[in-house]
């Protein structure tokens, strides 16, 4: 696996990054008929995941980033179920939940492949690295 440099390479954070604007395009075209609230979780969901992402890398150490990665997991699965509230209210149609939802759930995935491979790799993050 080549070593990342810098959190915009990692494959979950672009993915996030383009659901964001997906979800963003929905809401700033009026779709959400000022549920500001409802607005506000989702905004804050999706933007956590990539957020978290990014957080957690810059940390420079595998087991804050791991801990950074579940957050963002975690908010990928928050995203999910405001996701439904907003297909209850008829302001996403079926097919957009669709693939919002499926377009979550492949971040999830990526986001637990990326976990379990720093909870088994041998480098620790570049704070840990030897000063010579």
């Avoid at 420079?60 to 209850?88: P, T």
Wanted: include cysteine.
């Amino acid at each position: 696996m080549a070593t990342i440099e810098r959190f915009e390479q990692i494959i979950s954070w672009k993915e996030s990054r383009e659901l964001n604007n997906v979800i963003e395009k929905l809401i700033d075209c009026g779709r959400f008929k000022n549920s500001y609230r409802l607005i506000n979780q989702i905004e804050g969901s999706v933007g956590s995941i990539m957020d978290n992402i990014a957080e957690g890398f810059e940390r420079g150490g595998n087991k804050e980033f791991i801990q950074f990665l579940y957050v963002a997991k975690g908010s990928c699965g928050e995203l999910r179920s405001q996701l439904y509230r907003a297909l209850d209210r008829d302001y996403i149609n079926p097919d957009e939940f669709n693939k919002l939802s499926v377009h979550a759930m492949k971040i999830s995935s990526l986001l637990q492949k990326l976990i379990t491979y720093l909870e088994n790799s041998e480098k620790k993050g570049i704070k840990y690295k030897s000063k010579k």
